[in-house]
């Protein structure tokens, strides 16, 4: 699913150093799953939980999970959802929000049927629709939840990879308080195996993988500017 921030491109890079110590008897917990990028390449069956903040989102995808299949949205159809989400379902309004928008920036405008630079015809809805339904397909054991992460149960000695927003990213500037999250990591770290991405980290952290890539969410804070930036993957 694109999703502003996915991990979808190094998802395979950083689970062989997150899963390295993984039994089964251990949970697998995302308090920030969002677009289910790295969730659905968890190569072994066990205990997943998948948490998002965002309802739209969750609702989304339990009822995917549960064999819903979304239909086709006009642009119409498009800014009625955007400016009237209390009329609809919330899976719908997920959907809506995220499938039915370019980049799987959230409500950032209509992406349908478009012609191409070779005078073809590319389908962004019906394109998104394969990519999740592949998506849920391995997913059959995921526990979904909906809540802030500060609020989330995690089982005693989890593993735990967080992808929160990244600091300093135009997308969600003034949004998460970046501070609070840092201390919720120690906190939890002493009874969990925690991992996080991110751009930095405060000098406690150690950063243990990193690969450059191009993304539109850069380091510079310029959304879909595709700039290069080093994603690294800390622990504590």
């Known amino acids: 699913m694109k999703y502003m921030g996915s991990k979808s491109r190094i998802a395979k890079d950083i689970l062989r150093i997150i899963l390295k110590d993984y039994t089964p008897d251990k949970w697998y917990v995302e308090p920030f799953a969002g677009g289910m990028n790295t969730i659905d390449k968890f ?12 309802l739209y989102l ?29 009329k609809y379902p919330p ?10 928008s370019y980049s799987g920036k959230y409500f950032g405008g209509f992406a ?6 070779i005078n073809t015809v590319r389908d ?12 849920a397909s391995k997913m059959k054991n995921v526990i979904l939840t909906n809540t802030d992460y500060l609020l ?16 300093g990213t135009t997308e969600y500037k003034d949004k998460f308080n970046h501070n609070t999250f840092w201390d919720w990591v120690r906190q939890i770290s002493k009874s969990h195996q925690v991992f996080i991405s991110e751009y930095k980290a405060p000098p406690d952290f150690k950063c243990i993988w990193s690969k450059k890539v191009n993304s539109s969410l850069s380091a510079n804070g310029k959304v879909g500017s595709n700039k290069e930036s080093i994603e690294k993957l800390f622990t504590i």
Request: aromatic share 10%; hydrophobic share 35%.
């Open 91 to 100: 899976n719908l309004v997920g959907w809506v929000g995220f499938n039915c």
């Open 124 to 135: 962004y809805q019906k394109e998104a629709i394969k990519n999740v339904l592949k998506q």
């Open 43 to 54: 190569s072994v069956d066990g205990r997943i939980i998948a948490n998002d903040s965002n």
């Open 58 to 86: 969750i609702e989304m995808w339990r009822c995917i999970l549960n064999g819903w299949i979304p239909e086709k949205v006009d642009r119409e159809m498009y800014n009625d959802i955007r400016d009237n989400k209390e």
């Open 112 to 117: 349908g049927e478009t012609k191409t630079k």
């Open 152 to 167: 989330l149960d995690i089982p005693f000695k989890s593993i735990v990879y967080c992808d929160p927003p990244y600091e």
